[in-house]
């Protein structure tokens, strides 16, 4: 079966410091894999998505992340997080031969302290 | 263009009640799904279509009911409310199953009391 996996409930980082957060999947064939981001009371805001090419993906309001197929983990990454980045994240996937049913992931809120 | 569009924002049912959510997308996409967002779950797929005529189950489809008419609508159906489908429900579309990414409307808020 397919599934997506965010280890960590919630990540707290300082504003300026650099953010990750982690995603890992286990899909059948190449993987589809996408980040989405979630303010209170919206809808989802898509981020960045790995269909193929580079590993390092580049994506909306500075993020970016980096697809690692050894380890089945594609992690979002930010190099100075802003106050307006607390927001619920979720990794979302699905594999090539499942194309559409988008697995998603528990979700992860990042707070970003002042 | 107005993406993926759904109605009503928020509904209360009493259970037992039956009412459709709707969904509609201007953008040509072959490939419409549903998902509900329930605390700590995540996402999760109810039923998908891959266009019109097309539909099949995802992960959590007891109680739901979908169809697929046009290209641009895709209607979810609660035949018989119950509490247990209280949750926010959120309907995406795609272009090419997801090569280039899927939409998401702004959701419903569904409470069963």
């Known amino acids: 079966a397919q599934s997506v996996a965010q280890p960590e409930d919630q990540v707290n980082v300082a504003e300026g410091n650099p953010l990750t957060v982690k995603c890992t999947y286990s899909v059948s064939g190449n993987p589809y894999l996408f980040w989405y981001v979630q303010y209170p009371n919206r809808g989802l805001q898509f981020l960045l998505k790995?269909?193929?090419?580079?590993?390092l993906v580049k994506g909306s309001y500075g993020f970016e992340a980096e697809f690692n197929k050894s380890q089945t983990s594609f992690h979002l990454k930010k190099p100075s997080a802003l106050v307006s980045d607390s927001a619920l994240y979720f990794c979302a996937g699905h594999g090539s031969s499942n194309t559409g049913k988008l697995i998603f992931g528990q979700g992860t809120t990042l707070q970003v302290k002042p | 263009n107005a993406g993926v569009t759904q109605t009503p924002k928020f509904q209360v049912l009493k259970t037992g009640q039956s009412m459709t959510l709707q969904c509609a997308q201007d953008?040509?996409?072959?490939?419409m799904s549903w998902y509900r967002q329930d605390p700590g779950m995540g996402l999760r797929l109810i039923h998908y279509?891959?266009?019109?005529?097309?539909?099949d189950q995802g992960e959590v489809p007891n109680g739901y009911n979908v169809s697929r008419s046009t290209t641009e609508d895709f209607p979810l159906r609660l035949l018989s409310a119950a509490p247990s489908q209280t949750s926010v429900y959120f309907c995406a579309s795609s272009y090419d199953r997801g090569s280039h990414g899927y939409t998401f409307g702004s959701g419903t808020r569904l409470t069963v009391v």
């Open positions: 279509s891959v266009g019109a005529g097309i539909t």
């Open positions: 953008m040509n996409h072959e490939y």
């Open positions: 790995y269909i193929t090419g580079d590993n």
